[in-house]
């Protein structure tokens, strides 16, 4: 059976799950480490073993021959460098989001399908063991009839919430659901909706947004309803982030690492109780090293879509759809009314919109999270 040599684009935090994932993994051998940081290089390639440490993607390709190469870098550069190594003809695993626009998505999986290579985009949550649990349950009729769902964010300022965490959340609504057919959604920014002056650029270089809480409907193609959440707290609470899939004969919850069975549709203090469910993961996964479960099932799943010549479950298409997801929720928050999916025009709503309005270029922003909060804030009034 084939062993799969992998290369990672960059060795920041997102990239060292990766690597310790495929380094575990017996069906794929860490070649080669890339990053413009020797110390972030030294690190990881100290920790793993890896000699063949690069600064050039392209020397890296030409000298290691990986069959995939992970981008785990931040969003604004997911673009770029999924084309330079599609260009090889080589796989992908691209961090979440896969890219900050629909028309770049498009472009990056139409250059995979002009080189007959596979993209997976990172979502390990979809993959993992707890999410394999709940989706068993669905499939054995736990819950009876799946009629509605409710995720929740982490407490995040909603624009950023959505394009970061929110991106797990709708990616594992689609495992359960099916594609989302349209949305509908609410967005405010200090209690008001919100207006062309709110759209910013995100922190972390994820794209442009807006909304401080948004609170949107989803209606699946498969005829399920779901309510997402992502509003911002005064603390960030990871307790918060979860999904809740409501059946015709019982309840489950999830969040990673943790799946839950209520064996009633509605709880009822004194009548059920949640059960806890064991997480679905493979024999061959050693606890004791260095990778995350779910990084690893990802890893594992990517190995057997190759096997098989097919997609990975969370392949690009199924991220793109994420992305049409969440650009449908900005329009629909921006515009005030429901929209179709997939969009017919694949710029980003919110730059159009504030076009619309007459609005230059948008101002810069803060790139570290706190530091984008703090000047919010200010831009807000709040001191």
């Known amino acids: 059976m084939k062993t799969y040599r992998v290369a990672i684009l960059g060795c920041r935090g997102r990239g060292t799950a990766a690597a310790r994932a495929y380094y575990q993994h017996p069906r794929t051998e860490l070649v080669a480490l890339c990053d413009l940081i020797p110390e972030r290089l ?15 993607l392209d020397r890296m390709i030409a000298a290691e021959a990986p069959d995939i190469v992970a981008i785990p870098t931040g969003t604004e550069f997911h673009y770029e460098l999924a084309l330079r190594v599609l260009e090889y003809g080589i796989h992908i695993d691209i961090e979440k989001p896969i890219c900050t626009t629909l028309a770049e998505a498009d472009e990056v999986l139409a250059k995979a399908a002009a080189h007959n290579v596979q993209v997976a985009v990172h979502h390990q949550g979809r993959s993992g063991g707890a999410h394999q649990a709940v989706r068993a349950a669905i499939d054995a009729g736990k819950i009876g009839a799946l009629r509605y769902m409710q995720g929740s964010g982490k407490g995040y300022y909603a624009g950023y ?30 209690g008001r909706p919100i207006s062309p002056a709110d759209v910013l650029p995100s922190p972390s270089g994820m794209g442009t947004i807006a909304g401080e809480h948004v609170t949107t409907a989803l209606n699946f193609a498969s005829g399920i309803t779901a309510t997402l959440l992502q509003h911002r707290f005064a603390t960030m609470d990871s307790t918060a982030y979860m999904l809740e899939i409501y059946g015709s004969e019982g309840r489950l919850y999830w969040k990673s690492g943790s799946p839950w069975l209520l064996p009633e549709p509605h709880f009822a203090p004194g009548k059920s109780e949640w059960q806890q469910l064991a997480p679905v993961v493979p024999d061959h996964y050693d606890p004791e090293g260095p990778a995350a479960v779910e990084d690893y099932q990802f890893a594992d799943e990517y190995v057997q879509a190759l096997d098989e010549g097919r997609a990975h479950e969370c392949s690009g298409h199924e991220g793109r759809h994420v992305l049409e997801i969440l650009m449908g929720i900005f329009e629909s928050g921006a515009y005030g009314r429901r929209v179709e999916l997939p969009q017919q025009d694949r710029d980003h709503p919110l730059l159009r919109w504030r076009a619309e309005a007459g609005l230059g270029a948008l101002e810069p922003m803060p790139r570290p999270y706190a530091e984008w909060l703090a000047a919010e804030d200010r831009r807000l009034g709040r001191g």
Request: no cysteine; glycine share 14%; charged share 20%.
């Open 42 to 56: 030294e690190t990881l390639g100290d920790e793993l073993g890896v000699a063949a440490r690069y600064d050039d």
């Open 161 to 190: 919430g959505l394009m970061n965490i929110g991106t797990h959340m709708l990616n594992s609504m689609l495992g359960v659901a099916g594609p989302v057919r349209s949305v509908q959604a609410q967005a405010l920014t200090d």
